[in-house]
């Protein structure tokens, strides 16, 4: 390494990218690349940032596969902060066991640190947990450990596992305060305080009231039968009746359960089922069918019975019955959640995320551009999209696969 080389890393360690910058700023060669990409992504300059650290991956020889990897491994932050995750999964994990193999253990760990943020991103629960048990968190640098801390507490809330969430955010909170770094201490802050806003709303009865994440989970853990507007189901203690691709019978679930102890008329049955105030026969029996499915599926849980003006909600060995709805109404609702969190996504990454396709996902954002909710910037590959934050409440019920299915 040259001198130039050496004092240009000493300055990026040492946060000073301008400086860093300076010394490099003429060279072309893989390493001085690679030191500007890292000074360009901590200035916030991120396209710029990429195509260096990419330009270093090509440069190094094929006997320089520990650079080769690192830069590997920064492009992927860099990606991440970028909210673009066309990248493959597999170069970084490539990277990751060759830093492993050349005993560089501290970006190795960032390596497998980054693949389980990016995959609680997209929703990808289990992935992020298998990602996260490749950490000895002991072993990494306070900042580090705040980091993979942060990640584990948001792995945790993601699984309605609160008191597990609060103990890796106490964790992370003194590993932030050993580190110093501001930007860390205030983001472990806002994630406590998450934990305290509500989360979703419980109807019941007529009535309406707040819960906070800790009380949603007591709520899913009790015997009351939940028909769940969040994960689209119903279920009661550990049974669960998922029905995110039957919309139709969820609806005349929750419909069912927020007139529960009294009947439903088949009128608003049909009116709020199939959109139509003008009901004639075929919609009264297709109401039969739909009702005679929901029943069905719900027979361990709860009875359906007709009456005389439509049906009630009959559930099993005398429980309670709730209705668990989200913060925010709206069918783009887990869409501007995902937008809210300050970064700005591509279109690609936002239908990764929800398990749409492009096209699905652009009319969405084009309806809420609309409405003024969200603002894109850039244009073609390069535009990106934003939404102010959603503020009062914790948007954790409205992520993508925000809880485990059952």
């Known amino acids: 390494m040259d001198s130039l080389i050496a004092a240009s890393a000493r300055a990026l360690a040492a946060g000073d990218a301008l400086g860093a910058l300076k010394l490099v700023a003429l060279r072309d060669d893989p390493p001085a690349l690679a030191l500007r990409g890292i000074a360009m992504a901590q ?45 493959s999964p597999r170069a970084l ?3 990751a066991a060759t830093l492993e193999a050349h005993a560089d253990t501290a970006n190795a760990l960032q390596a497998w640190l980054i693949t389980a943020r990016r995959q609680l991103l997209l929703g990808r629960l289990d992935e992020a947990a ?11 640098p306070p900042s580090l450990r705040a ?43 806002e994630a406590r305080a998450a934990l305290d806003r509500p989360a979703a709303r419980r109807l019941a ?47 005349l679930a929750r419909s069912l359960a927020e007139a529960w102890p009294g009947d439903t008329s088949r009128e608003a049955l049909i009116e709020t089922a199939f959109r139509t105030r003008h009901p004639d026969e075929t919609h009264r029996a297709r109401l039969r069918v739909e009702i005679g499915r929901l029943r069905a599926l719900v027979k361990p849980l709860a009875a359906i019975e007709a009456t005389e003006r439509g049906f009630i909600l009959k559930p099993l060995a005398g429980r309670d019955v709730a209705v668990l709805a989200p913060p925010i109404d709206g069918e783009q609702a887990s869409l ?36 003024g909710r969200v603002r894109s910037i850039g244009k073609a590959r390069a535009q990106r999209w934003l939404a102010p934050p959603l503020a009062g409440f914790t948007t954790i019920l409205l992520l993508p696969a925000s809880l485990p299915i059952g």
């Open 205 to 251: 009865v007529g009535r309406e009231h707040a819960l906070r994440l800790d009380e949603v989970s007591a709520l899913l853990a009790s015997d009351a039968l939940v028909v769940d507007a969040c994960r689209r189901g119903l279920g009661a203690a550990d049974q669960w009746r998922p029905l995110a691709r039957r919309p139709v019978l969820f609806t």
């Open 43 to 87: 200035l916030g300059e991120h396209p710029r940032a990429r195509e260096l650290l990419k330009r270093a991956a090509r440069g190094f020889g094929a006997h320089e596969a520990l650079a080769r990897a690192r830069c590997v491994v920064a492009e992927a932050e860099v990606a991440m902060a970028m909210r673009d995750f066309a990248g």
């Open 147 to 189: 980091v993979a801390e942060l990640t584990s507490a948001e792995l945790a809330l993601r699984s309605l596992r609160v008191g597990e969430a609060r103990m890796a955010l106490a964790r992370a909170h003194a590993a932030a305060e050993r580190a110093q770094v501001p930007a860390l201490l205030a983001e472990v802050t």
């Open 336 to 371: 501007v959640a995902l937008l809210s969190d300050g970064a700005a996504w591509s279109t690609s990454a936002l239908a990764l995320a929800l398990g749409a396709s492009q096209r699905t996902v652009q009319r969405a954002l084009a309806d809420l551009e609309a409405e």
């Open 130 to 140: 298998a990602a996260l048990a490749k950490l000895d968190a002991r072993g990494l």
């Open 93 to 95: 994990a490539a990277a």
